[in-house]
């Protein structure tokens, strides 16, 4: 995630805490007047719920040599989700995601283009990678295990992600649309995908790790409160 680049100095810092703060004090007036808002425990509306791009974050790791993981992120990426809260089990998950907006902490000089060639992400020819869910086993009131078909460099192969629903809302004066939140882990090897270079020799660590383990969290925005509706 980047800043605006007035937003780097100090004074930049400050005034984004200070937005963060006013917005903070806001909600919390909003929701001390009269029970204007909604209560989590209301029951959540069943429909179209899209990803909020301002509070979600994709990111991966792949271990470097054995000694540390190296995380990165992907910036840009949409999902959707059709999602009956009375039948968790039959929601349907499409994400699609930009492997031109990676992200990695200092790259150095002429890094970041090698990514984005044929040895790895291929963004020439690759411009998309794409997950589809194709089932949800519940695992408890708030978890599921979600199986789906992710497709990297043209390859299409099954990956299960561990889903965590962490809550939601029918809406608030602020905020007029139900929102719901997820946590999300999994991983898969790079190798199914065409992805070999650079992996160790068995036996060794020497190189960068074939399993790529994946950390989302998100949140999606879905259908508007009903004295919001027409």
């Known amino acids: 995630m980047s800043?605006?680049?007035?937003?780097?100095?100090?004074?930049?810092?400050?005034?984004?805490?200070?937005k963060m703060k006013a917005v903070g004090a806001a909600l919390c007036l909003a929701v001390g007047l009269g029970g204007a808002a909604v209560a989590q425990d209301d029951p959540l509306p069943a429909?179209?719920?899209?990803l909020d791009p301002y509070h979600s974050t994709l990111v991966f790791s792949v271990s470097h040599l054995g000694f540390s993981d190296y995380v990165m992120s992907f910036d840009s990426f949409e999902a959707e989700l059709e999602l009956d809260p009375a039948d968790p089990g039959k929601a349907a998950l499409s994400v699609t995601v930009d492997p031109a907006s990676l992200d990695v902490p200092r790259p150095p000089e002429g890094f970041l283009e090698e990514l984005m060639g044929e040895t790895w992400l291929n963004t020439g020819a690759h411009p998309e990678i794409t997950f589809t869910s194709t089932g949800i086993e519940m695992t408890g009131e708030e978890s599921a295990t979600v199986t789906g078909e992710l497709t990297l460099l043209g390859v299409t192969k099954p990956v299960t992600l561990e889903?965590?629903?962490?809550?939601?809302?029918?809406?608030?004066?602020?905020?007029?649309?139900a929102r719901v939140g997820f946590s999300a882990e999994g991983a898969f090897n790079r190798s199914d995908f065409g992805m070999g270079y650079g992996i160790p020799a068995p036996g060794t660590t020497m190189g960068v790790g074939d399993e790529v383990t994946v950390r989302i969290e998100t949140e999606f925005t879905g259908p508007a409160m009903e004295e919001n509706k027409d």
């Not at 429909?47 to 899209?50: M, R, T």
Request: net charge negative; proline share 6%.
């Open 47 to 50: 429909g179209s719920y899209v």
């Open 3 to 18: 800043f605006d680049g007035g937003a780097r100095g100090e004074g930049g810092i400050l005034s984004i805490f200070g």
């Open 163 to 177: 889903v965590t629903f962490n809550g939601g809302y029918t809406g608030h004066p602020m905020d007029p649309n």
